[in-house]
């Protein structure tokens, strides 16, 4: 009996240091593939940092007339509102605004510092890149930018109606 018992516990500490070893190798917390990608995130740039350039000869599509265009999307957690200038089908973004996102979180942040009013610039139109943690802000924000297009959109239509008679 007392050499079952020894063995027992001998093979529960050779187990145990076993397990223990197999995980000292790594920093971080999870697996080998998530202490690898935070390793490789702290060497490299962060993406926040960098500047949104913008063509400025780029002009958006189609026939979009003269003015200030306002449109709405769904984000997060409330509505996301941009205001667009129109001039000779150069889109520039006057305001970006939410109600309700959660603060502390891309989308938030994004909203506040400009970035995506530097986004909407760069691609004169909804085409912008989605933020990491603002994928839903994101959407809404291009929702928004569509919106407030196709106003101008309908704008131009009718100037052109209105100027063939």
Known sequence: MMKRTAAAVCGAA?????MTGCSAGF?????????????L????????????????GAKAEGELADG????????????????????????????TAQEGESQSRGGYEAIRDGRFAAM?????GAGIDAISGATITTAGV??????????????AAKQEQGGSR
Do not use: F
């Open 14 to 18: 050779v187990l145990a240091a076993g």
């Open 27 to 39: 920093e971080g917390s999870g697996s080998k593939d998530a202490a690898s990608a935070e390793q």
């Open 41 to 56: 995130a702290m060497r490299l740039d962060d993406p926040w940092a960098q500047e949104v350039q913008a063509d400025q």
């Open 68 to 95: 200030v265009y306002t449109g709405t999307g769904k984000g997060m957690e409330g509505l996301v509102t941009v205001k667009l200038l129109v001039q000779d089908n150069r889109i520039s973004c006057l305001e």
């Open 120 to 124: 909407i610039e760069a691609a004169q």
């Open 142 to 155: 291009r929702q928004a930018v569509e919106d407030a297009l196709s106003q101008a959109e309908a704008a």
